[in-house]
């Protein structure tokens, strides 16, 4: 296990949300085989999927100086494969202003997302939702059906959820996967899904989706609750995840609180096939 972290300050708060964050994203790059660097100004990540969240920059700390050569460099990676991309923005960022630098060179600003964080041990649990059984996969058949709701909840393309199938499949089941996966089961059928993924001495919830029937009954709080229940009993002490603007009055009633700002910078290609955003 890496070294857990205890330091509940807002800026310590701030820092492992994005490390762990960073750490989750590179470990994609790594699983889909293809182009990462993970170097100490940025992480560029390209899967080949064409689909923004499965390509993108993280962890821009730019040298001053040319920093708009430096930015048209590493978009002519995503610019000359023809694949959306997000640059990612958040405290660690340098320079500061870089989301305004990314407007001026034609990306678009697509949203922001809370970075958030609680102590484990101050988990507010609420009632299992009648019906609901929480089960973390173990095998391919539990993966398969895994994506129903990650496909249905976020209605993500079929070519990003196959892309998510494949990447994890990889990854495996057993001690030494980086990535852990839960499915929520109702009435015999997969209603709900999380990610855990334990880096940065915390522990990362990612993908927290239900089904349209399965909306607002507790079943998303309970599909965050039950990986970080397991993280506290090996040891962590914070949770961390960045919450959609639906999903954060449900993170604030389970413990958590922004710690941060993770800003969403898309570049697409248009479809008269030049390099301007789409």
């Known amino acids: 296990m890496n070294e857990v972290r205890r330091d509940f300050s807002p800026q310590a708060l701030a820092a492992a949300n994005e490390a762990n964050m960073f750490e989750a994203y590179a470990s994609l790059g790594r699983l889909s ?3 990462l660097y993970d170097g100490p100004d940025h992480i560029r990540l390209y899967t080949g999927v064409p689909y923004p969240l499965l390509n993108g920059v993280f962890r821009a700390q730019l040298a001053p100086g040319d920093i708009d050569g430096t930015i048209q460099r590493l978009l002519k990676h995503f610019v000359d494969r023809n694949v959306p991309m997000l640059w990612w923005t958040g405290p660690a960022t340098r320079p500061a202003d870089l989301g305004t630098k990314l407007l001026e060179h034609g990306l678009r600003h697509a949203w922001d997302s809370p970075g958030m964080a609680v102590d484990l041990e101050t988990l507010a649990e609420g009632p299992v939702p009648p019906g609901l059984t929480v089960k973390r996969v173990d095998d391919t058949e539990t993966l398969r059906a895994w994506t129903r709701p990650f496909g249905v909840g976020f209605g993500f393309p079929d070519v990003a959820v196959a892309a998510a199938f494949e990447f994890f499949s990889r990854d495996g089941f057993g001690p030494r996967a980086v990535w852990r ?35 607002r009954l507790g079943i998303g709080a309970a599909l965050t609750v039950a990986p970080l229940r397991e993280a506290l009993a090996i040891g962590y002490r914070i949770g961390i995840l960045q919450s959609s603007a639906i999903g954060l009055g449900v993170y604030r009633q389970i413990g958590f609180q922004v710690c941060c700002t993770i800003g969403h910078y898309l570049w697409a290609p248009s479809q008269t096939g030049d390099t301007t955003n789409a």
């Open 33 to 35: 085989g293809n182009d």
């Open 181 to 215: 996966h839960y499915l929520g089961w109702k009435n015999a059928q997969p209603v709900a899904c999380s990610s855990m993924f334990l880096a940065a001495g915390v522990a990362g919830i990612y993908g927290v989706a239900t089904t349209p029937e399965a909306r």
